[in-house]
């Protein structure tokens, strides 16, 4: 790791455009934010992907740092925790909410045990649920799969309940015609 003021002089550097300077830096400091990524983004690939999004943030706003704001390193590592979660947040805006229960959203979403499933196969249930907006799909599974009611989704979505309500009143409708026009 490198000290304060090698890192503002790398800083600096790269704020010119100097590339060879975004590689030293890149050397003295990747396995410190490697290591904070893959705290928040627990797979090892998709934290190798967000570390190279960190030096390509850095490389554009290397300009904007202040030494007199604070050490370099804890601005790198702002940077690098806030793309980090970045990341996760579009994962669970395409995947869906996580479940406490680490449980497939989509399979909770099917009972096995109706026969009205047999309509509904997995792949359809997906794809209709992947044309909806993410907050609304987010907002219907939270509330048929993890039961919440109106008022805690109203609460969770900084939304007022009737908007929850229309919210999921709508959905369903374009789930059910949906599912209609892939049977």
């Not at 975004?22 to 934010?33: F, G, H, I, M, V």
């Not at 390193?73 to 996580?98: F, K, M, Y």
Request: hydrophobic share 40%; net charge negative.
């Amino acid at each position: 790791m490198a000290d304060d003021a090698t890192l503002r002089r790398l800083l600096a550097g790269i704020a010119r455009g100097e590339a060879d300077q975004l590689a030293e830096l890149y050397d003295r400091t990747s396995p410190k934010l490697y290591g904070l990524i893959l705290r928040i983004q627990r797979d090892r690939a998709s934290a190798e992907d967000v570390l190279q999004d960190v030096y390509m943030r850095i490389w554009q706003a290397a300009g904007t740092y202040r030494p007199e704001a604070g050490p370099p390193l804890p601005w790198l590592c702002t940077i690098a925790r806030n793309r980090a979660i970045d990341s996760v947040r579009r994962v669970v805006e395409h995947q869906g909410p996580d479940l406490d229960t680490g449980e497939d959203w989509v399979a909770r979403l099917i009972d096995p045990h109706d026969g009205a499933a047999a309509f509904m196969d997995r792949s359809a249930l997906l794809a209709c649920l992947g044309r909806l907006d993410p907050l609304h799909r987010d907002c219907v599974v939270l509330a048929y799969c993890e039961g919440q009611s109106r008022e805690d989704l109203a609460r969770h979505f900084d939304r007022p309940v009737n908007t929850i309500k229309t919210w999921l009143h709508r959905s369903l409708a374009g789930l059910k015609t949906c599912l209609e026009a892939v049977s």
